[in-house]
């Protein structure tokens, strides 16, 4: 899986900042790219935290295009939902930043 660096808008860059700032989500990543596609539950049991939990992590970094799911059955008929990692690179720079918060659309309150 070859990553590609990104050019985001400011609020792609804002939704994959916030993904990426809980220690779980970035676990969750940690352990799909070093042990590559995975279901829900098996996941859950690596990572040592319940279902319910994950599922809300990965919507969180699905949203933000972090990660790619993909839902199979397996042998015995089981609907299995598998994550990915999405290749991504982001070249994280203040003239980067500068450019996304021009696009930026959501409100500051």
Known sequence: MKSKTTALDGDQLLAMLAALSNPHRLRIIAALQDGGRNYVSQLAREL?????????????LEGAGLVLSQ?????????????????????????MIAEAAKSLTTNLE
Do not use: W
């Open 48 to 60: 040592g935290i319940s279902r319910p939990l994950l599922h809300l992590h990965l919507q969180k």
């Open 71 to 95: 839902m199979e059955l397996s042998h015995d008929g089981k609907a299995l939902n598998y994550f990915e990692v999405s290749p991504f690179a982001v070249d994280l720079t203040p003239a």
